[in-house]
């Protein structure tokens, strides 16, 4: 914090500088009894670029319209200090994270703060097209040539020769390529504004690398578009050196090949973004996204208490759309609902299965462990899942390809012939429609007019909407009987 | 208490020891102390006299709160 007090009349003042107001008084999220100091090692170049964009929000006046992202990696912990808003992205996706943010809060400072194993590695893609688009937000992109998180791994910035936990021998390019130079990669794209690279290591360069961090935050102030300032960066516990010496091999080792440098400035001709204002109004939402077609108005929620339902089958029965549909219509009829599917990776064959929970009360998961209701589309399903039922529930058998009778005396059993009502149908695949007729008949969660909304919906041909609808009725009218 | 301006001041459970601030500083007037702090690491301190508040070795400093340094400001007006 900067304090002032005047000590003469004139023009004479003392000032202190020392924390930055946006970094945290105390660092309350972090673990231990140390509540003043970083999670950071001794000498760590994090820190010194925590304090430099710290101190330029400050002055900047910018604290309290800035989102910090903190990525994976050292800095997964960057929320405990910064006295900003925060998010905590996964792995490399903080450029994602950041369009997000930066086109919804067009009034932020987003600031996307990565690592090399974050940023050059897990998450090319996603740097590479947030620059690529031009988004209008601040990448740090902390250089310092390994993953350190993980104990010193070797990272795609890692130097040729390099000796870490998983290049013992040094990096060998033959086999695991070059250093990849992201600054230089970057500036090769047409929308980025300005992108620097500087190295963190004595006065000069740190206040080189303070100069560029405020000249990034101030063109996104001015709305000016993507900015990228690289920062070489000392990790002496993972190159196993001390901070010294580490500020040493930066210099003679990483600055030749990672030139420092401007690679792109168009600061002076770029025009600031357009304000686009976001749409947050749901009923807006819902028309932009079509989801407005065939929903009435919830009736009075009935108490029906949570019923928790799996639905199994082969791939391509439609054991997930069936759940899909019951999700659609519980939630249609304003009752609080989960969709959870399950699957291989065949389009057809393998098995597939859905938990589908619908309740009148919040849900805490969607996992279903003891289902009340099983339908089993097929003999594999039964086999599986019978035993899983919750006692006092129901499976629900597909008989036209099930073969056995369900074996516990202390569950319902219901048998419908799904298939062959359908194809009676002349529509086999709506075996699974016939399932959330005859699944409704038992278990009168709402009205199978709720079903036939969705339906509607969901077929864009007459014909397959209405056959749909007289599926359901048939199984319906199965499974009363 | 007000000791000669300017001057730097060192929370020593602060530091870690990595002795940056002592390599940046050109009047060389910190040092790493005998003693321990509560971390179990050497500090930094300051010799009492001779700083002439460059901050250099408040941005060596990679710790948020460790180094503040204390000046006058000419011609500033008073805030």
Not at chain 1, 61 to 75: A, E, K, M, N, W
Not at chain 1, 262 to 291: C, M, W
Request: charged fraction near 20%.
């Amino acid at each position: 914090m900067t304090t002032t007090t005047i000590t003469t009349t004139t023009t004479t003042t003392t000032i202190t500088k020392g924390k930055p107001s946006t970094f945290y008084e105390t660092f309350e999220r972090k673990a231990g009894k140390d509540k003043l100091t970083t999670h950071y090692c001794p000498g760590c170049g994090h820190g010194r670029v925590h304090k430099l964009v710290a101190e330029a929000l400050e002055e900047m006046g910018l604290g309290d319209r800035t989102i910090f992202i903190s990525p994976v990696g050292c800095s997964v912990f960057a929320y405990y200090y910064m006295n900003t808003g925060n998010v905590q992205a996964p792995h490399g996706r903080a450029p994602a994270v950041g369009t997000g943010l930066a086109r919804a809060r067009q009034d932020s400072i987003v600031i996307s703060y990565q690592g090399d194993g974050d940023l050059a590695a897990i998450g090319t893609a996603e740097i590479v097209h947030a620059a690529n688009r031009g988004e209008n937000m601040t990448v740090f992109f902390i250089n310092n040539a390994i993953y350190g998180m993980t104990g010193g791994q070797m990272a795609p910035t890692t130097m040729v020769g390099q000796k870490t936990l998983t290049s013992p021998y040094g990096r060998d390019a033959a086999t695991e390529g070059y250093p990849m130079r992201m600054s230089e990669l970057i500036a090769t794209l047409e929308a980025p504004v300005y992108v620097e690279r500087v190295s963190c290591t004595d006065v000069k360069n740190i206040h080189k690398c303070r100069k560029a961090i405020r000249k990034a935050l101030q063109l996104q102030v001015e709305r000016k578009g993507f900015s990228f300032v690289e920062i070489l960066s000392t990790c002496p516990t993972n190159w196993k050196m001390n901070p010294q010496d580490s500020i040493k091999w930066i210099q003679e080792v990483m600055e030749p090949y990672y030139k420092p440098g401007v690679y792109k400035d168009k600061t002076a001709e770029a025009k600031p973004l357009p304000k686009s204002a976001p749409i947050t109004d749901p009923d807006e939402l819902r028309r932009i996204l079509g989801l407005e077609k065939g929903k009435t108005e919830a009736k009075t929620r009935a108490s029906i208490g949570e019923r928790r339902i799996k639905i199994a089958g082969f791939g391509g029965q439609g054991a997930l759309t069936a759940g899909a549909m019951l999700a659609t219509a519980g939630m249609n009829e304003g009752l609080q609902v989960t969709w959870l599917p399950s699957y291989g990776p065949e389009m057809r064959g393998g098995t597939a299965n859905c938990s589908v929970i619908i309740s009148d009360k919040r849900i805490g998961s969607p996992l279903v462990m003891r289902p009340d209701v099983l339908i089993a589309m097929n003999r594999p399903s039964l086999d599986a899942f019978e035993q899983e039922v919750a006692p006092g529930g129901m499976i629900i058998v597909n008989s036209s390809m099930i073969d056995r009778k369900v074996s516990r005396s202390d569950i319902k059993a219901v048998y419908v012939p799904f298939t062959e009502l359908a194809a009676g149908l002349g529509l086999k695949a709506a075996a699974n429609t016939v399932a959330v007729g005859a699944f409704l008949a038992q278990e009168p969660l709402f009205d199978r007019e709720r079903i036939f909304e969705v339906l509607r919906t969901s077929f864009k041909k007459k014909e397959a909407v209405e056959t749909n609808i007289r599926a359901v009725d048939e199984g319906f009218n199965f499974g009363r009987t | 208490m007000q000791a000669k301006l300017p001057f730097v001041e060192i929370k020593s459970n602060q530091c870690k020891g990595c002795a940056l601030c002592i390599d940046s500083c050109k009047p060389k007037v910190l040092s790493l102390s005998k003693a321990f702090n509560l971390l179990g690491y050497q500090y930094a301190q300051y010799a009492n006299a001779g700083c002439t508040g460059c901050e250099a070795c408040y941005y060596a400093c990679p710790e948020p709160g460790a180094i503040s340094i204390t000046k006058e400001k000419k011609g500033a007006v008073s805030a």
